[in-house]
């Protein structure tokens, strides 16, 4: 009997449901049943709201049942400061809705998790946060008269990694929330991506609980209403992709490149004209779309045996390639110290506004670095 290839073992990793969903979606061609999913963009802020509700629609998608909130923002690479004020009040809006959905009331207390290394910028979002939220907790249990309204208690802690502290993380949070008594716990952390444009640009906010480490393949104890006892909302954000996704994207790139050229020889277009939609590359104005990319005997005369291979079928080819040779490294983008430090600000000023009733995006910047 013939010995089967597993081939899920070189899937591509991404760690957010909208990615997860898109996967699922394109290998079925068809909605998939106990998944709800909507999406808005305004301003240059693309804003995703799916609800898997039941155990079976998680297993297709490879998620924990629960919300997930996603916003996409390719604009925040130019580092445009309006732009980030506009997407830290919206995130303080979606972000404060969530919490009612969920059932959180204004006066739950809360603790804000930072996780990951601070000493690994790609993995110092959470640190990041922690420095700039607003603690409170410590003037609710030591001065709670001269507390004014419209605060609510968050205490924040950034516990580090297993490497750091010997510690599991879940260990030690368990142990902060058992004599804190917190009414909701909101983790933050880096994550990994399966698509180059969604790095550092993507926030996500979920209520299925986060797994430390588990984006680079280093799988801890979760962070969960169950393993802990009382609601835990995850907000991630991607910082780095493996190397199979980059060499996947520019085999991508490469094909909608020259398919565009085959078709354009065919049917030549006004110098100048823009097509709208599909990839963007940062500084240019040049984009691909679905239209540009060849059909499959093109891509079958181009590629040879690689043309005819499902996109799926590519990334596990690449990965099984790159994996034993011991390069499918995990890259982040030269910028990341600043991107990872504009980002953590904006989740920062976003929950403090969201967390606080008395601070709004007119007034956050006094609570923030």
């Given at each position: 009997?013939?010995?089967?290839?597993?081939?899920?073992?070189?899937?591509?990793?991404?760690?957010?449901?909208?990615?997860?969903?898109?996967?699922?979606?394109?290998?079925?061609?068809?909605?998939?049943?106990?998944?709800?999913?909507?999406?808005?963009?305004?301003?240059?802020?693309?804003?995703?709201?799916?609800?898997?509700?039941?155990?079976?629609?998680?297993?297709?998608?490879?998620?924990?049942?629960?919300?997930?909130?996603?916003?996409?923002?390719?604009?925040?690479?130019?580092?445009?400061?309006?732009?980030?004020?506009?997407?830290?009040?919206?995130?303080?809006?979606?972000?404060?809705?969530?919490?009612?959905?969920?059932?959180?009331?204004?006066?739950?207390?809360?603790?804000?998790?930072?996780?990951?290394?601070?000493?690994?910028?790609?993995?110092?979002?959470?640190?990041?946060?922690?420095?700039?939220?607003?603690?409170?907790?410590?003037?609710?249990?030591?001065?709670?008269?001269?507390?004014?309204?419209?605060?609510?208690?968050v205490?924040?802690?950034?516990?580090g990694?297993?490497?750091?502290?010997?510690?599991?993380?879940?260990?030690?949070?368990?142990?902060?929330?058992?004599?804190?008594?917190?009414?909701?716990?909101?983790a933050?952390?880096?994550?990994?991506?399966?698509?180059?444009?969604?790095?550092?640009?993507?926030?996500?906010?979920?209520?299925?609980?986060?797994?430390?480490?588990?984006?680079?393949?280093?799988?801890?104890?979760?962070?969960?209403?169950?393993?802990?006892?009382?609601?835990?909302?995850?907000?991630?954000?991607?910082?780095?992709?493996?190397a199979?996704?980059?060499?996947?994207?520019?085999?991508?790139?490469?094909?909608?490149?020259?398919?565009?050229?085959?078709?354009e020889?065919?049917?030549?277009?006004?110098?100048?004209?823009?097509?709208?939609?599909?990839?963007?590359?940062?500084?240019?104005?040049?984009?691909?779309?679905?239209?540009?990319?060849?059909?499959?005997?093109?891509?079958?005369?181009?590629?040879?045996?690689i043309?005819?291979?499902?996109?799926?079928?590519?990334?596990?080819?690449?990965?099984?390639?790159?994996?034993?040779l011991?390069?499918?490294?995990?890259?982040?983008?030269?910028?990341?110290?600043?991107?990872?430090?504009?980002?953590?600000?904006?989740?920062?000023?976003?929950?403090?506004?969201?967390?606080?009733?008395?601070?709004?995006?007119?007034?956050?910047?006094?609570?923030?670095?």
């Amino acid at each position: 009997m013939d010995k089967q290839l597993d081939l899920s073992v070189y899937a591509v990793r991404t760690d957010l449901a909208l990615e997860a969903r898109e996967m699922a979606s394109r290998e079925r061609s068809e909605e998939i049943p106990g998944v709800r999913f909507h999406s808005e963009e305004e301003n240059g802020i693309t804003v995703s709201k799916m609800v898997i509700e039941t155990m079976e629609g998680g297993e297709r998608i490879g998620k924990m049942p629960g919300r997930y909130v996603t916003l996409e923002v390719p604009g925040l690479r130019n580092q445009d400061s309006e732009l980030q004020d506009r997407v830290a009040t919206r995130f303080a809006r979606e972000f404060h809705a969530f919490l009612k959905d969920i059932g959180i009331q204004e006066g739950d207390s809360a603790l804000i998790v930072g996780l990951g290394n601070w000493n690994v910028t790609p993995d110092a979002v959470g640190p990041m946060v922690v420095e700039n939220v607003l603690v409170t907790r410590h003037l609710f249990e030591l001065m709670p008269e001269q507390v004014e309204e419209g605060y609510r208690s968050v205490s924040a802690v950034s516990p580090g990694v297993l490497g750091i502290t010997g510690i599991e993380t879940s260990e030690i949070v368990y142990g902060i929330i058992e004599k804190t008594r917190p009414d909701f716990v909101i983790a933050i952390d880096a994550l990994a991506s399966r698509a180059l444009e969604r790095v550092n640009t993507t926030v996500q906010i979920s209520d299925a609980g986060i797994s430390p480490g588990s984006g680079v393949g280093n799988k801890r104890k979760p962070l969960t209403k169950e393993t802990l006892g009382i609601p835990v909302i995850a907000v991630g954000v991607p910082t780095v992709v493996d190397a199979a996704t980059i060499v996947h994207d520019a085999i991508t790139y490469i094909l909608a490149h020259l398919g565009r050229q085959v078709k354009e020889a065919k049917n030549p277009k006004p110098a100048g004209r823009l097509v709208p939609g599909g990839f963007t590359f940062p500084g240019k104005v040049e984009r691909y779309t679905e239209e540009d990319m060849p059909n499959e005997a093109e891509q079958k005369a181009i590629l040879g045996m690689i043309g005819e291979l499902a996109e799926e079928e590519k990334r596990q080819l690449i990965h099984e390639v790159l994996a034993p040779l011991g390069h499918n490294l995990i890259v982040t983008p030269k910028e990341v110290d600043d991107y990872v430090e504009d980002i953590a600000n904006i989740i920062a000023s976003g929950l403090n506004a969201a967390l606080h009733g008395a601070i709004d995006m007119e007034n956050v910047s006094a609570y923030t670095h």
